[in-house]
């Protein structure tokens, strides 16, 4: 039986934190995507593995983690946005299976084509030298990176909530979540605001990607591993619900990083069962809307 | 051209037991064509929930891998070196499988519906994973021995590819006809009228829930069988065949030929399996020839090659068999 | 003058005429015997999270084709090996071995990386009567049930070098210990291998640490590590964890507190990972392209791989490189392609040395028995020109006692 002492529980406590931010970031683009236009994005995971690929071009580019935090994800969403004009637009009306088969051939692509560009050895990426070393929180030593993962996470969280709560688009993209019949109706121009959902979604994959490229090294396939995850964050928050999906992200990133302390044997299945109780218990995930996702 | 593609709609049995009779002689190794045959068969029971009954799962691994090991752990484990035991008890345990995961999983609809199969396939991947000295653990399950097919006194070796080959497509030629004749049956007008609108089947006074679990324990059990003729063509059980990537596999398949017509499963698993074992002879990237290749059918050909084919040459009268 | 009637000189003439024509006409047929290309069928993980490695193991088997064909081939034949990608996974090294028998026609196969995918290309080498060398870790193919008299195992595994590197540390690094492990067959192996040698050899095993495949997130367990303070920090833990496991060791300044070991160091992986990460970790590996300096076997084999390929060897290489080597002795030895009677050939004439000194096969099990070398991480300032990141700290020469014994294996 592992340590049960208070600083290792708070540790892994930290580390799930750190899992279930990435998650976040991840889970609430899906969601978004599902929610606003019905479109299961399967190749989320790959945008999140070009963040990371973007984030190591570019900080050997500019030499600065900073200009790559910042810059990868905008990349990334410039490429959701194109993929969304070019491929997936011709999708609509036909059907929610069409856009998922789409998104996946491309998720396969796209890891080869990563392969090809950067060759198919794993990448490092390190963290900013201010980042590199760990903190002293009195009780326990925790990683600094891993500290700036969650208040990143954190920082724009806040800023999705004030763009959605305090801004007119956010309205829009709130109210097209629930009714975009009824928004269309009214005459507003969805077309643009899916546009921007869809950039804002994808950017946000690939920060996540560019954030966990230190934690996890850069590679390929890293896209593949997590969508699973992703997937089931969204599904257990509720499928379109953003609050559904920051609660499911903490909470699988927290189980996940406990069962991985306590019986590591469980940790790759805990999430399906989690999903498979939340789902059987609640039928539309935590706090999502009945009748979205049939 | 029309009166041909009739007949075959009509006989589809014998049409593609004809098919894949002549395969082996075609393509560039025999073990190829039972390839396809046998992911044809996984692909066909898939595409009964999804493409007739309009259930998608993500999780057909788990009756694909407990067919596989069903048959093999008889085999290997239990040491009932017969052919028959091992596919009888394969299809059984995918059959309970499916019965398991459908009564649980069925009870959501859409996205839920399917993540709930998936969760479940991998329960079975980890109970798989970790019960080593039942099924070999991440090692695979091994020692499934070369069988001869003892029939009527006479001994047909197994290991014979082209032996193995027709084997298999007995089993296949059976499971079509048995499907042909499923979706020929009141349950299979009843399944479309599910798979169209489910709510309005509901209101006609089916028990959509019970109607959904028998043609799941159906797709499972066609399922089943081509894991359990899967086990004992490469003679091994790799933990993997119960991963989701394996029930990816059987998605594309069908999708790529055409998810709802009978044939399809076939054309789909025919090209995917060719494609990959042909394209990685010339090139290491082929998997972004595949992605590629999967999003252009998506937005060109989105019925698949055999559904686009159908909607060229297909018959213009209502009530007619679609193939 | 003898007489030759002119019946019998116009038939002379008439068969020499018909010999003349039908060599102008059929040369390939007449010639056909004995130039029909040898062929090797070499399944490997092209493509998935290992194509490195498997590009490693490629790189060997060009050029030990190169050096048989050079030399004009194996009993006059030309040497072909037929790479197929296996993906990582069993299903489909097993069909690219069906591919490579049935469809190609080859003789021997010599190949895999992954255990798993090793264990579907043997079922598949087993039933189709033909000689199987692996190229891959596992404890498994050369015991009861799975190995067979065709099936050779070229590579090490975790026995032998979880005994070797933990023989070795236990007398030059410390007597306590803790062994992080990833939780799967191979991880196990070598917690269960190391803890085996450190408690036997009279050493103490402080604590033992599991962590899912795939998830290397350290930063719980590693207080608890410090605490204990043990001598030596041993990471069973593979690939890009591994990276992952030591950056988090440094970054926790764990590195100044004990020894880090590890089972083998693969030069690629460190390229990928960087000097910083693995400098000071100690490591086993069966070949180190610095070897070149004192074996003139491995100066052959790395001059040949720059040259060919601008990139030296590395231990997957040398596998690949003396896998097929040994397939043409074998070959050679038998005077013929047939897999038991080469299997036979190998078995009586057990010994060789192509790229590194001395290896062995048992007759029991198939197994090589081969020398290994203790290699340690340098500081990023030592590391020399692209690829000299390690130094040769000692070499460890085969033993039979680094493995388990023939009975334990199954074989009576």
């Not at chain 2, 686009?308 to 193939?323: E, Q």
């Amino acid at each position: 039986m592992p340590d049960l002492s208070l600083t290792a529980i708070a540790a892994q406590l930290f580390t799930g934190l750190v899992l279930g931010g990435i998650l976040v970031l991840l889970a609430i683009g899906l969601s978004l995507i599902f929610g606003l236009m019905g479109v299961v994005n399967f190749a989320h995971g790959s945008l999140y593995m070009l963040g990371a690929y973007f984030g190591f071009f570019l900080w050997g580019f500019t030499r600065s983690y900073w200009a790559a935090l910042l810059l990868a994800p905008l990349i990334v969403g410039v490429i959701g946005v194109l993929v969304e004009r070019s491929m997936i637009r011709r999708l609509y009306g036909r059907g929610p299976d069409d856009p998922l088969l789409l998104t996946f051939g491309l998720s396969l692509a796209l890891v080869e084509a990563a392969k090809l560009v950067w060759g198919k050895i794993g990448l490092t990426l390190d963290p900013p030298a201010q980042l590199a070393g760990a903190v002293d929180l009195g009780f326990m030593k925790f990683p600094a990176f891993r500290l700036f993962v969650i208040a990143v996470t954190t920082l724009v969280l806040v800023g999705l909530w004030l763009f959605l709560e305090k801004t007119n688009v956010g309205l829009i993209v709130r109210a097209g979540t629930r009714d975009p019949l009824m928004v269309r109706a009214l005459g507003i121009n969805l077309d643009r605001v899916w546009l921007l959902v869809f950039g804002v979604g994808t950017a946000m994959a690939g920060l996540a990607g560019i954030l966990a490229g230190p934690l996890r090294g850069v590679y390929a396939e890293m896209g593949v591993e997590i969508i699973i995850e992703c997937f089931v964050v969204v599904v257990v928050g509720g499928m379109g619900s953003l609050p559904g999906a920051v609660v499911a992200g903490l909470l699988i990133g927290e189980v996940v990083s406990l069962t991985s302390y306590f019986a590591p044997k469980l940790a790759e299945i805990i999430v399906f069962v989690v999903m498979a109780l939340v789902l059987l218990l609640r039928p539309s995930g935590l706090l999502g809307e009945p009748g979205l996702a049939e | 051209m029309r009166a041909a593609y009739r007949w075959i709609a009509e006989h589809p049995a014998v049409s593609i037991v004809v098919f894949f009779a002549i395969l082996p002689f075609i393509v560039p190794y025999k073990a190829l064509a039972t390839q396809v045959l046998v992911y044809g068969l996984f692909a066909l029971g898939f595409n009964l929930l999804y493409g007739y009954t309009g259930l998608l799962s993500f999780g057909h691994a788990a009756y694909f891998g407990l067919g596989a090991y069903g048959a093999g752990i008889t085999l290997a484990k239990l040491g009932w070196h017969s052919v028959w035991m091992a596919l009888l008890i394969g299809v059984a345990a995918a059959g309970l499988g499916g019965l398991l995961v459908g009564f649980f999983s069925l009870r959501r609809r859409g996205i839920y519906f399917a993540m709930l199969t998936l969760a479940f396939a991998q329960l079975f991947y980890f109970i798989a994973f970790h019960m080593a000295d039942l099924t070999g653990g991440d090692d695979g399950l091994r020692g499934i021995p070369q069988l001869s097919l003892g029939l009527f006194g006479w001994q047909l070796p197994l290991g014979n590819p082209l032996n193995f080959h027709y084997f298999a497509l007995f089993w296949v030629g059976l499971a079509v006809a048995a499907l042909r004749r499923i979706l020929d049956s009141p349950f299979g007008t009843v399944i479309a009228a599910v798979r169209e609108n489910s709510d309005r089947a509901q209101a006609c006074g089916y028990d959509v829930v019970r109607i959904k679990l028998v043609a799941f324990v159906f797709s499972a059990l066609l399922t089943g069988l081509a894991g359990a003729l899967d086990a004992l063509r490469i003679t091994v059980v790799p933990v993997e065949a119960l991963y989701w990537s394996t029930s990816g596999q059987a998605v594309i398949m069908t999708l790529l030929g055409g998810a709802g017509t009978f044939f399809g499963p076939f054309v789909g698993a025919g090209t995917y399996l060719v494609l990959q074992d042909r394209l990685g002879l010339v090139m290491e990237s082929w998997p972004l020839v595949i992605g590629v290749l999967f999003m252009a059918f998506v937005l060109f050909l989105p019925k698949g090659i055999w559904g686009t084919l159908l909607a060229r040459l297909g018959p213009r009268r209502a009530g007619a068999p679609v193939a | 003058m003898a007489s030759i009637t002119r019946r019998k000189f116009l038939a002379a003439t008439g068969a020499t005429a018909g010999a003349i024509a039908a060599q102008g006409l059929f040369p390939a047929v007449l010639r056909a015997q004995g130039s029909k290309p040898l062929k090797i069928g070499f399944p490997l993980p092209l493509t998935g999270p290992f194509a490195a490695i498997a590009a490693d193991q490629k790189r060997g088997a060009e050029l030990a084709v190169d050096e048989l064909n050079a030399r004009g081939g194996v009993m006059g034949r030309k040497v072909e090996v037929l790479f197929r990608d296996d993906e990582l996974k069993p299903a489909t090294g097993a069909q690219r071995t069906k591919e490579l028998i049935e469809g190609q026609g080859v003789e021997f196969i010599v190949g895999g990386l992954a255990a798993h995918v090793q264990m579907a290309i043997n079922e598949q080498t087993k039933k189709a009567g033909k000689l199987f060398i692996s190229i891959s870790q596992s404890d498994e193919i050369s015991a009861k049930p799975d190995t067979s008299p065709i099936t050779f195992h070229e590579a090490l595994n975790p026995t032998i070098t979880g005994r070797v590197v933990g023989g070795w540390a236990m007398k030059n690094l410390g007597r306590k210990y803790w062994i992080v492990y990833a939780d799967y067959a191979w991880g196990k192996q070598n917690n269960a291998v190391f803890s085996d040698v450190i408690t036997k050899g009279g050493g103490t095993v402080l604590g033992s640490t599991p962590y899912p495949l795939g998830k290397p997130e350290f930063s719980a367990h590693l207080p608890k590590i410090q605490a204990a303070k043990p001598e030596v920090l041993v990471g069973a833990v593979p690939g890009a964890d591994g990276v992952a496991f030591l950056k988090q060791v440094a970054s926790f300044g764990m590195k100044k507190e004990m020894k880090l070991v590890m089972p083998l160091h693969f030069l690629f992986l460190t390229k990928e990972g960087g000097a910083d990460v693995f400098s000071d970790v100690y490591a086993g590996t069966s070949f180190y392209w610095e070897l070149a300096g004192t074996n003139a076997n491995a100066k052959k084999f790395v001059d040949a791989s720059m040259k060919k390929f601008g990139v030296p060897p590395d231990g997957y290489a040398g596998y690949g490189y003396s896998g097929i080597l040994e397939v043409a002795r074998g070959v050679e030895l038998a005077k013929s392609t047939n897999s038991e009677a080469v299997a036979k050939a190998l078995r009586a004439n057990p010994t060789y040395d192509h790229y590194k000194g001395k290896q062995f096969w048992r007759g029991c099990d198939n197994k090589s028995f081969q020398d290994m070398w203790i290699l340690k991480g340098r500081a990023p300032a030592q590391v020399k020109g692209d690829w000299g990141y390690f130094d040769i700290v000692t070499k460890v020469a085969a033993d039979e006692r680094n493995e388990r014994t023939c009975a334990e294996k199954g074989h009576v």
